[in-house]
């Protein structure tokens, strides 16, 4: 009976932090959204110009196919994780993993102080704090990487990271053509990128995510050639629509 109820416990607390973890996604997603939508002083300048461009509608359904899509996958990967949770709140007993999980939190943490500072603490909601913080937790926990919810995630974030944050993004910026995006202090070259510390919380993040997602995903049995086809493939696509989209907008 005690087990019993110790489980039921276990499950109701991993089942509040999944959905703060997605309420979080979807508040983003939503403020985000609204903000890009309208072309908010706040996030205008992440935009690039060929989405500027564009009808109010028109950047909207562009923004939710594109852009927010990771999010989307990420939330509803979450949710079916929520829905029946493999998630035990017992350390997995990997250093590297809680090395990783450490820098995540932190930077999560960095990123709720930065961001109310920069706001007068009235709100302000960026994905460095939710993934910092959740993907730390999640990171640091047990939990069955063949499960179908956290097989969407990880994939989600693996193509995430690659695609639109290094290959479309980081890439591009590096070498000199801001492409706009999240990571809006890219717009003041590479030299202004690497002394930010704005750069460093975000990317550390994001970057840092692909090895506990080639971790989970090696334990969940998918073989390296695949993680490594679509994390270069990724990277690929990414770095060419950094340079076809404007063309074609």
């Known amino acids: 009976m005690a087990t019993a109820r110790a489980v039921d416990k276990e499950k109701l607390i991993v089942k509040g932090f999944l959905l703060l973890f997605i ?7 939503i403020v985000s959204t609204i903000d890009f939508v309208n072309l908010a002083d706040t996030r205008v300048h992440e935009l690039p110009d060929y989405v500027k461009g564009m009808s109010p509608l028109s ?14 996958l990420i939330a509803l990967g979450l949710f079916v994780e929520f829905l029946k949770p493999s998630i035990r709140l017992k350390w997995n007993g990997s250093k590297l993993l809680t090395l990783i999980s450490s820098v995540f939190i932190i ?4 990123a709720v102080i930065s961001g109310g500072i920069r706001t007068g603490f009235r709100g302000g909601l960026y994905d460095t704090m939710f993934y910092g913080i959740g993907f730390g937790i999640l990171f640091l926990s047990n939990f ?18 690659c695609g639109p944050i290094i290959g479309y993004t980081v890439i591009p910026a590096a070498f000199g053509y801001y492409t706009g995006g999240a990571f ?5 070259g590479f030299q202004g990128m690497v002394t930010s510390f704005y750069f460093w919380n975000d990317f550390l993040v994001q970057s840092l995510s692909l090895i506990p997602v080639w971790i989970f995903l090696r ?9 490594a086809s679509f994390s270069i493939g990724a990277v690929i696509v990414g770095l060419g629509l950094a340079y076809l989209l404007p063309a074609l907008f």
């Open 184 to 188: 809006g202090h890219f717009g003041y």
């Open 107 to 110: 930077n999560g943490l960095l």
């Open 144 to 161: 069955n990487p063949k499960a179908t919810g956290i097989k969407i995630a990880l994939w989600t974030r693996l193509i995430e990271v």
């Open 23 to 29: 309420a979080a996604i979807v508040s983003w997603i």
């Open 219 to 227: 334990k969940g049995g998918t073989k390296k050639f695949w993680i």
């Open 59 to 72: 950047r909207g359904i562009f923004l939710s196919l594109t852009f927010q899509l990771a999010y989307y």
